[in-house]
């Protein structure tokens, strides 16, 4: 809820078009919702500069909406940005952004090595690493290793 936008547009974001605690309590106590995507100054895709993320509105969100708070647009922000997200009660990070680029990484490391003699399950293999080491990048930042909600 709010507008997360892209990498292209995230000079885009601002105070005006983020989140709104109010309207977004009364939306998820409407609709019966399991968890909630909020735009908190977070942006979809690889950023070009430093995110800038409101922790305060963040608070008042985690405050007045009992679902899962989650957040689209998580690859490549700070280790300290991550902590402060989950303190503030982000449940749920998406980073397709690094696990794709780190799946194309591979592949591509795999090309090289391979040249002629590429084959599918190597590649496949080198894809599927990719992504399981920038999860695993991941996890360990997130603190959530062996814990389940």
Request: net charge positive; hydrophobic share 40%; glycine share 6%.
């Amino acid at each position: 809820m709010g507008y997360v936008g892209c990498y292209e547009c995230f000079k885009d974001i601002n105070e005006e078009n983020i989140i709104r605690p109010d309207i977004a309590a009364d939306f998820a106590h409407k609709t019966r919702i399991d968890a909630l995507a909020v735009a908190v100054g977070n942006s979809h895709g690889a950023y070009k500069g430093d995110a800038k993320l409101n922790f305060s509105m963040l608070n008042e969100l985690n405050t007045k909406i009992d679902v899962p708070l989650v957040m689209h647009g998580g690859s490549r922000l700070s280790r300290e940005d991550f902590r402060n997200s989950i303190q503030s009660g982000i449940s749920k990070i998406n980073i397709a952004t690094d696990m794709s680029s780190a799946a194309v990484e591979r592949l591509k490391e795999e090309f090289a090595k391979a040249s002629s003699s590429a084959n599918y399950v190597n590649l496949m293999a080198a894809v599927k690493k990719g992504v399981k080491d920038s999860v695993r990048r991941y996890m360990l930042n997130f603190d959530c290793i062996s814990k389940a909600i």
